[in-house]
């Protein structure tokens, strides 16, 4: 939530979050670190680490939601700055081709719908969290190498992510019936772009790559044009290799940095609603 120093002006801020800044002189890194503090400091963690949200102490509670309300005020709010940067413009002009960013996220999202239920991964009917494991073991580097290749020839920083744990697959694969084949995250990679150019550009490669037939693109989530409801935006999607099948986002460098530290609030969040 540290993408600015300090507040922009052309954002509006409200009364509620305006107490938040004034706290922290107006600085949002800040303000995002007092608020991170105040999380862990008053919500449990289980031995392993993880958020507890069924210790929580009755007389605490109210004080959770109350940081949570704040941090998720301070999550929005910097990711309408950090949106609003890419969007600037000098004279009426665009600087940065935020416009032109989101006609090809929409035209990549026509080619490949978001289609429900998520395609599934080749595996029998009933299969094991073990047999997914297996496939992303023998198929994972083959399929996420030619899109590293791509990622770092647009000139943007390519990041692998970690392997889901057990317990959240299961978790998120109660969303599926039970169906450890529907989970298409297991593999996953992020590709980061200092500009709105050098992202057009991954996407008109990966688009041609399609083509050519050397990746196969399953669906495209364009949160670019349909942000989520705090103002987080991305492009998400699932590539398929032999069966087994990944998943790519690509974002700008700016948003990736309010992420970071707004990727708490949605821990909190997931753990109070599975509590």
């Given at each position: 939530?540290?993408?600015?120093?300090?507040?922009?002006?052309?954002?509006?801020?409200?009364?509620?979050?305006?107490?938040?800044?004034n706290?922290?002189?107006?600085?949002?890194?800040?303000?995002?670190?007092?608020?991170?503090?105040?999380?862990?400091?008053?919500?449990?963690?289980?031995p392993?680490?993880?958020?507890?949200?069924?210790?929580?102490?009755?007389?605490?509670?109210?004080?959770?939601?109350?940081?949570?309300?704040?941090?998720?005020?301070?999550?929005?709010?910097?990711?309408?700055?950090?949106?609003?940067?890419?969007?600037?413009?000098v004279?009426?002009?665009?600087?940065?081709?935020?416009?032109?960013?989101?006609?090809?996220?929409?035209?990549?999202?026509?080619?490949?719908?978001?289609?429900q239920?998520?395609?599934?991964?080749?595996?029998?009917?009933?299969?094991?969290?073990?047999?997914?494991?297996?496939?992303?073991?023998?198929?994972?580097?083959?399929?996420?190498?030619?899109?590293?290749?791509?990622?770092?020839?647009?000139?943007?920083?390519?990041?692998?992510?970690?392997?889901?744990?057990?317990?959240?697959?299961?978790?998120?694969?109660?969303?599926?019936?039970?169906?450890?084949?529907?989970?298409?995250?297991l593999?996953?990679?992020?590709?980061?772009?200092?500009?709105?150019?050098?992202?057009?550009?991954?996407?008109?490669?990966?688009?041609?790559a399609?083509?050519?037939?050397?990746?196969?693109?399953?669906r495209?989530?364009?949160?670019?044009?349909?942000?989520?409801?705090?103002?987080y935006?991305?492009?998400?999607?699932?590539?398929?290799?032999?069966?087994?099948?990944?998943?790519?986002?690509?974002?700008?460098?700016?948003?990736?940095?309010?992420?970071?530290?707004?990727?708490?609030?949605?821990?909190?969040e997931?753990?109070?609603?599975?509590?």
């Amino acid at each position: 939530m540290g993408t600015a120093a300090s507040v922009d002006n052309s954002v509006t801020v409200n009364s509620e979050l305006a107490k938040v800044l004034n706290m922290s002189d107006g600085n949002l890194a800040k303000a995002a670190n007092n608020l991170n503090r105040d999380i862990n400091r008053i919500i449990p963690k289980t031995p392993r680490g993880s958020l507890d949200a069924t210790s929580i102490k009755d007389e605490e509670r109210e004080s959770v939601y109350e940081v949570l309300d704040s941090a998720k005020r301070l999550a929005e709010h910097s990711y309408d700055m950090s949106w609003g940067y890419y969007k600037k413009t000098v004279d009426g002009e665009s600087v940065c081709h935020a416009d032109e960013l989101l006609l090809e996220t929409k035209k990549l999202a026509d080619d490949f719908p978001d289609v429900q239920p998520p395609p599934r991964c080749n595996l029998p009917e009933g299969a094991s969290i073990e047999q997914l494991a297996s496939l992303a073991y023998f198929k994972g580097d083959k399929l996420l190498k030619p899109l590293e290749i791509i990622i770092q020839e647009a000139g943007g920083e390519y990041k692998r992510g970690p392997r889901k744990k057990e317990g959240r697959i299961k978790e998120k694969m109660k969303e599926y019936d039970g169906d450890f084949a529907r989970i298409v995250d297991l593999e996953r990679a992020t590709g980061v772009f200092d500009s709105v150019d050098d992202m057009n550009q991954a996407i008109s490669l990966l688009r041609d790559a399609s083509h050519r037939g050397e990746i196969i693109i399953r669906r495209c989530k364009d949160r670019f044009g349909n942000p989520c409801s705090n103002g987080y935006r991305d492009v998400q999607m699932n590539i398929e290799l032999d069966g087994f099948i990944g998943e790519l986002q690509l974002n700008l460098r700016k948003i990736i940095d309010v992420k970071k530290e707004a990727h708490i609030v949605y821990e909190v969040e997931r753990v109070l609603k599975n509590e």
